[in-house]
C-alpha cells in the first residue's frame, strides 16, 4: 500500500445529522467535510485526458462522398452502387476495369447514355447521408475517367451540388474527349452560391443527353471535399474536428479498437495500405461490415496528432483478427516486420530507412514524436495465444525501438506475461452503478511500477440495464467518479480515453457515444461535457483530501496547478443522486481567494443532449464564495469544477 492512501484513509468522511431534535425520525441532511492536505501526493502526467479514435469515413474525415471509389465491392451488384444513382435515364454498372485506375482500385463506374434522351443525363452520389451546402464554401471536386473505346466525342460534364428537387447549389463545367482511353484525372472548383434549408442534398455528373447518345464512360476515384480543418487536403470536417479540439486533448490513441484487428488476418488494418496516393489505397471492409476508404491514414492520423498537439498511442496489429483466428507463432514473422516498418514510417530517419524515406517522400521529413506503441487490442478475448505473440512482438520492438514503452491489451498480468509489461490498457463498459463502484478501482492496484491507461470506457446502461442511446447526466455523473479515481490514481493512471467518440445518427451502430454528427451538425453529449471539464481543469499536481466512501453519493477530487501564478485549486464535486448535498472543503493554505469559478453540468437522470434537445445540459458559470473552510452545495446529479486560486 502506498504512502498516499494511508494518509488519505486516515481522514474520514462523516454524515452529521442537522436536526438534533429528531431522535427517531432522524431528518438527516448529507454533510460532508473534507480536509485537504497541505502538500501534494504526486505529478499529474500531463498526458492523462485524451481521445480513443477509430475508423472515419463519413464523420471526421471530411470527404463527402460515400463510396467514392468502389472499394472493396462485387462489381455487378446494386451493393457495388451504393450511394450512386442513376439521372434521367442513364445506365450505370460498377465493373471490373480491364484498365483499372490503379491496381489498388480494380472497379470503376461505366456509365451508358442510350440513345434518345435529351437533357441533362448523368448520375449522382448522395453522400453520407446527405452533403451539407454552404453558402460561398468552396467544394473540390475530383475524379477519373476515360473512354473505353476511343470517340469523337467531345463535350462537357457539369459538375454540381444540387437539392434533390433540382436546384443547382454550385456548379463547374469540366471539357471531356472521347479521345482519352487511358485514365485522366479531373477538377473542379465549386463556389456554392445558396445554403439551402436542407442537407438532402447530392453531388452530380451530367452530359446533354443527345450530344453524348450511345456514349460509354468509365469513372473512377471520385472525391469531393470542403473547406477542412485547417485547411489541410484530405483532412478533417470543420465542425468535428473543432468539437475534438476543444476537448484540449493530450494524446490520441489509433486505428483502434477492434477497427485495428480486422474481422479476418487479411482485413486487418495495414498501415501501408493507407498511406501515398488516394488512388494506392484498397480500402478495407472495416470490423464492423461497412467499407473504410482509409483516405484518413497513417499520415493523416500522425499530422492530425500534430495539429491538436497530442501525443500519439499508435496500436500495431498484433497476429489476433477479431473473428477469432490467431496467426501461429512460427508464421508471426511478416506481421512482426509490418509493425516494425509502421513505426520506421512514423519515426524513423529517412538517410537510413525506406519506410522513414517514404514519410519523407509525403511531405514530413521530421519524425513524429512517439512514445507509447500498443501491442493488439483487447487481447484478453484471445489471451492463450497473447502469450506468445506479446513476445514476438515485443522483443522485436524493443530490439528495433528501446526507448518506446509497449502497452500490452490483457487483463493485467492475466495471463503472465514475459517480458513483464511496463503498460496496460484497461476498458471498462459498465452500468451507470457499476462505474461508480470502479471509481475506486485503481486505489487498490499496487503499486509495482506497472502504469495504466483506460483505453476505453463508458457508462452503456442505467442500472436496470437498458442501453443508453445518448449519455444521460446520471451515467455522466456515474462517469465523472470513475474519472476522478484516475486523477487520484494517476501516479499509476497515465491516460483515459472515452468510447466510443462518433456516432452518425443516420447510420448509428454503437451507443452510446460521446459526439453525435449528421450530414449538418454535431451533438455534444453531458459525458463530452464532463471530458472536457476535465481536461481543461487539470492540476500538474494531486492534493489528497479526506477519500470519499465508495458506497456514497458524492465524491471529489483536488488538483492543484502550479504553473499558473497565482497557483490555482482545482476541486471537482460530483453528486450522483437526486438529491442536493453540501460538502465542506477545509483547506489548509494560508491565502485563499474569498470566491471561485463553480463551472456546472447538471440536469435531471435521464436527461440527454440529443438532436431534438443538443444543448440541453451544458457547463453554467458562476462565482461562488470561498475561503479557508467554505461549504459547496452540489446539485443533484451533477459535475462541479471549483477553481480557487491560493
Ligand atoms: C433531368 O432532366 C431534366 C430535363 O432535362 C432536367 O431539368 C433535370 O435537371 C435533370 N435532372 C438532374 C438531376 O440533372
Ligand atoms: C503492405 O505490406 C504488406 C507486407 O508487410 C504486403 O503484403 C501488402 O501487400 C502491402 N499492402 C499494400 C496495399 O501495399
Ligand atoms: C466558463 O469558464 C471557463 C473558464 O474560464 C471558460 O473557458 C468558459 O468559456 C466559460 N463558459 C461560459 C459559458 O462562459
Ligand atoms: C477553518 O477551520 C479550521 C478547522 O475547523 C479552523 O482551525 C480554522 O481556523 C478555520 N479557518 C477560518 C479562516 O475560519
Not at 190 to 213: E, H, K, Q, W
Not at 242 to 249: I, M, T, V, Y
Not at 461 to 473: E, I, Q
Amino acid at each position: 500500500m502506498h504512502a498516499k492512501l494511508t494518509v488519505v484513509k486516515m481522514l474520514q468522511t462523516f454524515q452529521l445529522c442537522v436536526s438534533a431534535l429528531t431522535l427517531f425520525v432522524g431528518i438527516c441532511m448529507a454533510q460532508t467535510t473534507v480536509s485537504v492536505s497541505a502538500t501534494a501526493s504526486h505529478a499529474i502526467p500531463t498526458s492523462l485526458w485524451g481521445v480513443m479514435y477509430e475508423s472515419g469515413d463519413g464523420g471526421l474525415y471530411a470527404e463527402l462522398l460515400q463510396n467514392r471509389a468502389f472499394q472493396q465491392v462485387t462489381p455487378g451488384t446494386t451493393a457495388a452502387l451504393n450511394a450512386w444513382e442513376a439521372i434521367n435515364g442513364t445506365s450505370l454498372t460498377v465493373i471490373a476495369d480491364t484498365q483499372p485506375v490503379s491496381s489498388a482500385l480494380p472497379n470503376a463506374l461505366s456509365v451508358t447514355i442510350p440513345s434518345g434522351l435529351t437533357g441533362a443525363v448523368g448520375f449522382a452520389n448522395t453522400g453520407y447521408f446527405g452533403i451539407k451546402v454552404t453558402q460561398g464554401s468552396v467544394y473540390t471536386a475530383s475524379f477519373f475517367y476515360r473512354f473505353p473505346t476511343a470517340s469523337s466525342f467531345r463535350g462537357n460534364l457539369k459538375v454540381a451540388l444540387q437539392t434533390t428537387s433540382g436546384q443547382i447549389l454550385a456548379q463547374s463545367s469540366i471539357s471531356v474527349s472521347g479521345s482519352h482511353t487511358s485514365w485522366t484525372q479531373v477538377r473542379a472548383t465549386l463556389r456554392a452560391t445558396t445554403t439551402p434549408a436542407s442537407t438532402a442534398n447530392i453531388f452530380t455528373v451530367t452530359v446533354d443527353g443527345t450530344a453524348a447518345a450511345g456514349q460509354t464512360i468509365n469513372f473512377a476515384m471520385f472525391s469531393l471535399f470542403p473547406p477542412t480543418f485547417k485547411n489541410r487536403a484530405n483532412g478533417m470536417r470543420v465542425d468535428i474536428a473543432d468539437a475534438l479540439q476543444d476537448l484540449g486533448p493530450s494524446f490520441f490513441r489509433f486505428p483502434g479498437g477492434n477497427n485495428l484487428e480486422g474481422a479476418t488476418v487479411a482485413q486487418r488494418w495495414q498501415w501501408n495500405a493507407t498511406v501515398g496516393p488516394l488512388v494506392d489505397r484498397p480500402g478495407r471492409v472495416g470490423d464492423w461490415s461497412y467499407i473504410n476508404t482509409d483516405g484518413l491514414g497513417l499520415l493523416e492520423y500522425l499530422t492530425w496528432c500534430e495539429d491538436l498537439n497530442m501525443e500519439p498511442i499508435m496500436a500495431v496489429w498484433a497476429g489476433y483478427a477479431l473473428g477469432g483466428v490467431s496467426v501461429p507463432q512460427d508464421e508471426l514473422g511478416p506481421y512482426v516486420q509490418q509493425a516494425i516498418d509502421q513505426i520506421y514510417f512514423t519515426i524513423g530517419d529517412p538517410a537510413t530507412n525506406e519506410n522513414a524515406a517514404l514519410r519523407a517522400s509525403l511531405g514530413h521529413p521530421e519524425p513524429f514524436a512517439l512514445k507509447y506503441v500498443e501491442i493488439g487490442n483487447e487481447d484478453f478475448f484471445a489471451s492463450t495465444t497473447y502469450t506468445y505473440r506479446w513476445p514476438a512482438f515485443v522483443d522485436a520492438l524493443k530490439a528495433e525501438f528501446p526507448d518506446l514503452h509497449y502497452i500490452a491489451t490483457s487483463f493485467p498480468f492475466d495471463p503472465v506475461l514475459s517480458p513483464t509489461p511496463t503498460e496496460y490498457d484497461n476498458h471498462l463498459y459498465a452500468s451507470r452503478s457499476g462505474m461508480v463502484a470502479n471509481g475506486f478501482f485503481y486505489d487498490d492496484v499496487a503499486r509495482d511500477g506497472t502504469q495504466y491507461f483506460e483505453g476505453e470506457y463508458a457508462c452503456t446502461t442505467n442500472d436496470a440495464g437498458a442501453t443508453l442511446t445518448f449519455p444521460t447526466m446520471q451515467g455522466t455523473a456515474a462517469e465523472a467518479v470513475f474519472m476522478m479515481g484516475f486523477e487520484r490514481n494517476s501516479d499509476i493512471v497515465f491516460a483515459a480515453s472515452f468510447a466510443p467518440v462518433l456516432n452518425d445518427i443516420t447510420s448509428s451502430q454503437w451507443h452510446p457515444d460521446l459526439i453525435s454528427f449528421d450530414a449538418g451538425s454535431v451533438y455534444l453529449s453531458t459525458s463530452y461535457y464532463a471530458q472536457k471539464l476535465f481536461s481543461k481543469n487539470r492540476g500538474d499536481e494531486y492534493i489528497p483530501s479526506t477519500l470519499p466512501t465508495s458506497t456514497g453519493t458524492v465524491f471529489w477530487s483536488v488538483v492543484r496547478k502550479t504553473s499558473v501564478t497565482p497557483n490555482e485549486l482545482i476541486i471537482k464535486v460530483v453528486n450522483t443522486v437526486a438529491t442536493a448535498s453540501s460538502v465542506t472543503f477545509s483547506l489548509p493554505f494560508s491565502s485563499v481567494s474569498s470566491t471561485a469559478l463553480a463551472q456546472v453540468l447538471t440536469g435531471g437522470a435521464t436527461d440527454s443532449n440529443t438532436p431534438t434537445t443538443p444543448q440541453l445540459v451544458i457547463p453554467v458559470n458562476s462565482t461562488i464564495a470561498t475561503g479557508q473552510n467554505f461549504t459547496y452545495s452540489t446539485p443533484a446529479f451533477s459535475l462541479s469544477i471549483l477553481t480557487l486560486t491560493l
